[in-house]
Structures are given as C-alpha cells and as structure tokens.
C-alpha cells in the first residue's frame, strides 16, 4: 500500500502562482510514476501531468502546458506541481496518484491521495 497526502492548495488570484506537495508513504520501495489530476465541480476527474520514476519523462495535457511545471525529489518521497499563470479555470480539487504506467486515464493509478482544493478568482 502507497498512502500519499497533497498540500499546498489555497485561494489566490488570476496570474498567480502556486506549488503543490504530494508526500507518499508505505511501499516507497516500488518505482511508481507519478500524476496529477484535478476535478472541478460537476466535472469528471481530469489528466493534467504525470512524471515517471527518474524524472526525465514528463507528459502534460495542453490545457496546462508551459504554465505547470511537474517534478520530484525521490529521496524525499515527494512530487510537486509548480502552477505558475493560474486562470480561474484551474480551480479544481487536485489529486496526486501512484501507478506503474505513464497513462493519462485514472485508471493508469492504483493509488490517490485526498486532494487539495486550488480556487482561482478572477
């Protein structure tokens, strides 16, 4: 079992930015790729980035790329997620996930964390 807890999500401003955490925890051992999704009100969950175990592999989905910067500390157990140019369209619910391939669907992870509410305001 992987436990993984976000952080880092707040309230903030159009053009702002903001750094998310995921910590995990437990089979830390196992080389796991690592994702981001997020999930607005009355919208389904959403791919926005993922990483895999080295780093060097990094897939974006458009709507974030060149504005979020995903990248990982290994020895820390620990993704973050750089949003920089925030719109209030990226207000969601944001959720780290563990998994063993490098998909863009939910079901490519087998562990979440509980999210982090980022609110836009324009």
């Known amino acids: 079992q992987v436990q993984l807890v976000e952080s880092g999500g707040g309230l903030v401003q159009a053009g702002d930015s903001l750094r998310l955490s995921c910590v995990s925890s437990?089979?830390?051992?196992?080389?796991?790729?690592m994702g981001w999704f997020r999930q607005a009100p009355g919208k389904e969950r959403e791919f926005v980035v993922t990483i895999n175990w080295s780093g060097r592999n990094t897939y974006y989905a458009d709507a974030v790329k060149g504005r979020f910067t995903i990248s990982r500390d290994n020895a820390k157990n620990t993704v973050y997620l750089q949003m920089n140019s925030l719109k209030p369209e990226d207000t969601a619910v944001y959720y780290c996930?563990?998994?063993?391939?490098?998909?863009?669907?939910?079901?490519?992870?087998?562990?979440w964390g509980q999210g982090t509410q980022v609110t836009v305001s324009s």
């Open positions: 996930a563990a998994g063993l391939t490098m998909g863009r669907g939910t079901h490519d992870y087998d562990y």
């Open positions: 437990g089979r830390t051992g196992i080389m796991y790729v």
